[in-house]
């Protein structure tokens, strides 16, 4: 079943009524989660409405905090046991003309939506994409509703029968994937992007970031470039939905995938343990 | 009087019946044209026709040229004599779960307000944006519904109190502002940056390049630094509402602005041609 919460209550029409001149719907401004939602828990909910009330600061948005987090109780509540995708999504709502406006009335939506828990820790084929992120860019660094790039990455992956897409930052080092964070196991460190190489900062990755060292494994946020995925001991990519996808072969070329088993049942039991469900069974 | 196009019709209403899972909503997925009506003639109407087509076969969009004839059809019936800003957008509509979902229903909104065209060809002042356009960006280089970065970079002019913001590209040189591109007069050489340089190919731009030869200039579609602007014989910005802004100051350092003038009588007389209206009265 699936849920949506719009005007400040929850139901199942198929469609809203909003202004035609809303900023989300006319010019990306605004921002996103995707949640995991298990057992009436929303998984890493404090991490990801802090990483929205800080991207809402940056983009001089109003962070509605009691309206989302009675769109988050109401949709878990109707979500029930099962496991959902919980869709935040907050506009600049309408303004005066001009790229400028302010807004004091933002709007908030959500949708609730089944979820597959067979889906988490599948691998992943990568094709690189043309696209390149820049550092200088608010869309490339928040979770804006700003995807069009992400879109594109992921377009061409698709037609290139891979199940997403590599993205390079302007200097052509490794920055993320259209939905993910990229990580590399080279001995016992733990390589990934840091955040000035044009990243979307993931929960999942600040969350495996934390438990590395309970995992015996050196954290370390640097440059990364495309040469150090190939001849790496692992490569995996993390999101809240999907946990940990080991990287099976970037543009054709079979990687290394060790480890990765060990980290994903780590996350694994850290999900469990907030929401009572084994995602490995 | 403002009005809306929607689900195939004309009204005016506040709000329009939106899937909570429409892509122009959720993921920034459709593109938009912001045309100039007068007299009932939306100027340049084809060129803005075609670059909308040309980005949605890129982006893998539909392209329902019928509806969107009709809705623009309608709404400069609507607008009568009057200057409007009508714009257009057209959006991938639902899909599937998955950025890189298709969909074989795109959805085409539209809406006309009124436009005081006492705005065409006021000085602008510009602050160089922190904003950096990536070339390989498609939000950067299509008239995309993600709009995060342009939006950031007006809004840090309008924080510094200037009227818009020079954003340059990776490589430190000049792409253009968040609503128009950017010209420089130097001797008889009229330059703009490239279509490489993380551009937005403006409408206008297309249209002054064409009349550049008319005018006695040289037109250069090239690498533009920042120094150019500085020491050049005029600058200004182009775009499809206030056809041209002479740029009075960049950064606080006052700009030469030779010849704008006479540039400006020109696209003002292109436009009376096409309206029978005299936008210098």
Redo the contacts between chains.
């Keep these: 079943m699936s849920f949506?919460w719009?005007d400040g209550r929850l139901h199942q029409h198929?469609?809203?009524?909003?202004?035609?001149?809303?900023?989300?719907?006319?010019?990306?401004?605004g921002l996103?989660e995707t949640i995991l939602a298990v057992n009436r828990v929303a998984l890493w909910r404090d991490e990801h409405l802090a990483r929205m009330k800080h991207s809402a600061a940056v983009?001089?948005i109003p962070f509605p905090q009691d309206e989302i987090g009675a769109a988050v109780d109401a949709l878990l509540a109707a979500g029930g046991e099962n496991a959902h995708?919980l869709?935040l999504?907050l506009?600049r709502g309408a303004t005066a003309?001009?790229?400028?406006g302010e807004s004091k009335a933002p709007v908030v939506?959500a949708?609730l939506?089944p979820f597959d828990t067979r889906l988490v820790g599948q691998p992943a084929t990568l094709v690189t994409s043309?696209?390149?992120?820049?550092?200088?860019?608010?869309?490339a660094t928040?979770k804006?509703?700003?995807?069009?790039?992400?879109?594109?990455a992921?377009?061409e992956?698709?037609a290139a029968g891979a199940d997403d897409a590599l993205m390079l930052n302007?200097a052509g080092n490794v920055a993320c994937t259209?939905?993910a964070n990229v990580f590399a196991v080279r001995g016992r460190h733990l390589l990934t992007p840091a955040r000035d190489q044009a990243i979307l900062p993931g929960v999942m990755r600040g969350v495996l970031l934390l438990h590395a060292q309970a995992l015996g494994l050196t954290p370390e946020e640097t440059v990364l470039t495309p040469e150090q995925l190939t001849d790496a001991d692992a490569v995996f990519i993390t999101n809240s939905l999907r946990f940990l996808r080991p990287v099976s072969r970037l543009d054709g070329n079979a990687i290394a995938t060790a480890v990765s088993d060990t980290i994903l049942d780590h996350l694994c039991g850290l999900a469990a343990g907030l929401c009572q469900r084994d995602f490995r069974a």
Tied chains: 1, 2.
């Excluded at 198929?14 to 401004?29: I, K, Q």
């Excluded at 003309?97 to 400028?100: F, I, N, P, S």
């Excluded at 700003?146 to 594109?152: E, L």
């Design positions: 949506v719009s198929e469609t809203v009524p909003l202004s035609p001149r809303n900023r989300g719907l006319t010019l990306g401004d996103f983009l001089g995708v869709r999504t506009t003309r001009g790229l400028a939506l949708t939506d043309a696209v390149r992120r820049s550092a200088g860019s608010i869309a928040h804006t509703l700003s995807y069009a790039d992400n879109i594109a992921a377009r992956a698709a302007s259209s939905i």
